[in-house]
């Protein structure tokens, strides 16, 4: 049903839910009494959406759980890029991922032990790259990234149970988890909001 009417809005052109509403009001109005203040524009405020700091630490850090190019092909490379869709698709993200690939094929082994096999930090980049372009084709289609990359965790499901980290949410790769549930997998409060399930209370 939700999805539905997300079409129904890209149809329209009419992306914006009431939470961004609220968010465009509040812009506007903290900048009411300041009489020197120049003309609200919003269309920085959809830009406004750094990258992580420490993105490459969080993405090295995933990596060393793939153990083989196999598994980097058909596990990593699809989460990674779905992580930076999620994230919004931000400003110069044409040329951040290229960089932070780079960068990251020389603080994770891209090689692996008793194997003649190897990934070049080219070879890495054009593959996030081909990857990205076809789940972006999935959101041009009306399917919002939470829900792509909602079937992708679903559909790792074996892989995400080995995957542990004190220092890194694995679900985004993008901040350090906050939560802790009995399985293991930290979690950050932002991926708590966005892939959570309401549990109603238990009354007694």
């Known amino acids: 049903m939700a999805e539905t009417k997300r079409v129904e809005r890209v149809l ?7 939470t961004h509403l609220a968010g465009l009001l509040r812009h506007a109005t903290a900048q009411l009494g300041d ?3 120049r003309p609200s524009t919003f269309s920085p405020l959809s830009l406004d959406n750094p990258v992580a700091a420490d993105l490459q630490a969080h993405l090295a850090r995933f990596l060393t759980h793939c153990d083989s190019v196999d598994a980097l092909k058909r596990f990593a490379v699809p989460v990674i890029a779905s992580s930076f869709l999620l994230d919004h698709y931000p400003r110069a993200c044409t040329m951040f991922y290229k960089d932070v690939c780079y960068n990251v094929c020389g ?3 891209l090689a692996h032990e008793g194997s003649t096999d190897f990934v070049l930090p080219s070879q890495f980049s054009k593959m996030i790259e081909a990857q990205m372009t076809r789940m972006f084709r999935q959101l041009t289609m009306g ?11 679903a559909a790792f499901a074996e892989d995400w149970r080995r995957l542990r980290s004190d220092s890194t949410c694995f679900h985004c790769l993008r ?4 939560f802790f549930p009995e399985c293991g997998h930290g979690q950050c409060m932002d991926c708590v909001k ?3 399930s309401r549990v109603r209370p238990i009354r007694g």
Do not use: E, K, Y
């Open 143 to 153: 399917q919002s990234a939470a829900s792509l990359h909602r079937q992708l965790v």
């Open 35 to 37: 009489a020197d203040a």
């Open 107 to 109: 603080a994770a082994v």
């Open 194 to 196: 966005i892939f959570g």
């Open 175 to 178: 901040r350090r988890p906050q």
């Open 12 to 18: 329209a052109s009419c992306l914006f839910s009431a």
